[in-house]
């Protein structure tokens, strides 16, 4: 008698059915897409960017390299006006918003900046002041902070020490920059869930003000940045903060040189790498190898090339642009603000939006608590975790990117971008303008337009295809993996292998296999993430130096090696359950009945929990 074929009838088990059938299809499709799809493109990201985050450094050396001499004439005293942590207020404010400080550095580049303002949007609620003067101190060291950087610090009407603390920010460093200024969101908004989006929408409102001309707007570059008082629990006085964000002065300087010379500036979203270099080695292995996952993510799609190209926390986009699209969501499908801007931009512009790469990583800060031992352990653990949840109740966005979708497929009679600008000056008011309970920002015929071409509003399905696939495994994937996983396990130990249809044992050992090579590809990743950290952390400490920021940022440059952090590749299959299946599970059934989420810095809940530990110790 010959072989047995598992598709034919069995002896002793009976045809696969269906459920099965599909079961074995949507495993093994899985497994494919986490296992060798994903750490495959993961490693060959890294591995790219590594060489373009060295190339964007030269290449800024050649943009600024024309004014190396006659900056090196500049006196000693103008330099440190400039770098210096806190700046004196003695010099006189801007005539306007949109005047030039007439000085030395300023005149020498002038040609750099070429009248392109970088609105500098910086949201913060409840942050300690150190925090935020530590971020402006970076942006004031930058070389075209006092041509080209308006900085507007985004506050929250609800921190009772928002206005003073902006205050006394704008009095320390007002002379350091083109202009700054603050905004304060009030909490009551009628439809808006509190969050960064709603706060950068109002900030983006109000400093709309300042902009009233076409060409103006054409210039203005919007830079959301990302300062949440998350980061770090301050467990006594002597401790010092730090903020979530730093950007090199070589974003802004590359930034301007493409906003410049790319025709279709004005219709684009410029994405930023991020890195955790900053107290990663303060931190315990399970929060430090999560966050080298949440980077990887986000490098993932960066590469060049690749059709979607998503930001992750740090972004700029176009003015007109963000006016396109009618600015920011402030809904609760936004709470991913940096991912909903992105597919808003998408799905407005029917797939025109441009995306560049801006190869100069941001530097990030990991959750850390001061708290020593098993208490200081289970906070940083705890406060990872509620940070994973906030990213993965994002998932909304995934809803929101098909409901857009299928409206693109079946409402024809929408109104197209191309329509959009055809339409008349005065009909051309955003509809987040309209809706403002401001009064009336600008002429309506100032607004400027977007160049997007009549011609390809359609959406390319292959970039659709690739879009939703994103989306796929940034919020279902590890929920679905460890379902089938658990649905495996399950099924042998209860069933027994003698008991299960071979195609479905031959399904279970495949996707074992493929989970080893998994494994051993995320371990590749890790291995050459160790190549992209070191380069990204020698370049940010060179330029602190250069700017005379180093002394007072000692302990903010993490150095990783082999020996030191070797048990952050034994966390990595506890840290896939840990920060990526569970908050996934948790935000997906909460989905089922509410789309909000209690929104509020982590540092708050977290100091509580340490007062209760306190107390409870106290007791014993």
Known sequence: MGAHKFWEKPYNWTYLDPWQIIYIIYSVGAHICACILFPSRLIWSVWHMVEEVRAAKYEAAEVTRPYAESEASSSVDDKASLISLTPTASSSTPDGPLSRVGTPRASKFEEVADS??????????????????????????????????????????????????????????????????????????????????SNVSWAARQLSHNYVDTESRRNCVITVMDCKFMNRLRTSQTNKQTADTHLSSNYFLLLTKSHREDPNADSTLYCVPIIFDRNAHLVNPFVRA?????????????????????????????????????????????????????????????????????????????????????????????????????????????????????????????????????????????????????????????????????????????NLVALYHRLYEAHFLPAHLTVALIAEVICTSLVGPSMIHPALMSAFSFCGTLRLIGFCATACFVYFYETYHLVCVRNREEEMKAAGLWEDMQDNFSYRSLRKNWFDYCALPVNGTLYGTAPAIVAEFSHLWTDQIVYQVSAKPLKKLAERFERAVSLA
Not at 321 to 338: C, F, H, N, R, Y
Not at 360 to 365: C, I, R, V, Y
Request: with cysteine.
């Open 116 to 197: 392109v303002i970088h609105a500098v949007i910086l949201p913060s609620y409840k942050e300690d002041l150190d925090t935020l003067k530590e971020t402006v101190s970076v942006l004031a060291s930058h070389v075209l902070a006092r041509s080209s950087y308006d900085l507007y610090l985004a506050m929250e009407q609800r921190d009772p020490d928002a206005q003073s603390m902006a205050e006394s920010l704008i009095s320390s460093f007002k002379d350091s920059f083109h202009n700054m200024s603050y905004t304060l969101h009030p909490g009551d908004i009628e439809g808006e869930v509190a969050g960064k989006s």
């Open 290 to 462: 999560a966050d080298i996952f949440w980077c990887g993510a986000g490098l993932s799609g960066l590469y060049r090339g690749s059709t979607v190209q998503i930001p992750t926390s740090v972004y700029s986009i176009a003015m007109t642009l963000a006016e396109t699209v009618g600015g920011w969501d402030t809904g609760p499908e936004s709470i991913g603000e940096d991912m909903h801007m992105f597919l808003k931009t998408y799905f407005k512009t029917k797939g025109q939006v441009q995306t560049k790469v801006i190869y100069s990583p941001a530097s990030q800060s990991n959750v850390y608590s001061d708290v020593k031992g098993i208490r200081g352990l289970f906070l940083n653990v705890y406060s990872r975790y509620k940070q994973a949840l906030r990213h993965m109740w994002g998932s909304l966005d995934s809803g929101y990117a098909v409901q857009k979708g299928l409206e693109a497929l079946f409402r024809h009679n929408e109104e197209s971008p191309a329509q959009w600008l055809a339409s008349r000056p005065e009909d051309r008011v955003p509809r987040w303008v309209k809706d403002s309970n401001l009064t009336h920002f600008t002429p309506p015929n100032m607004y400027g337009e977007s160049r997007l071409d009549p011609e390809r509003a359609r959406f390319s399905k292959l």
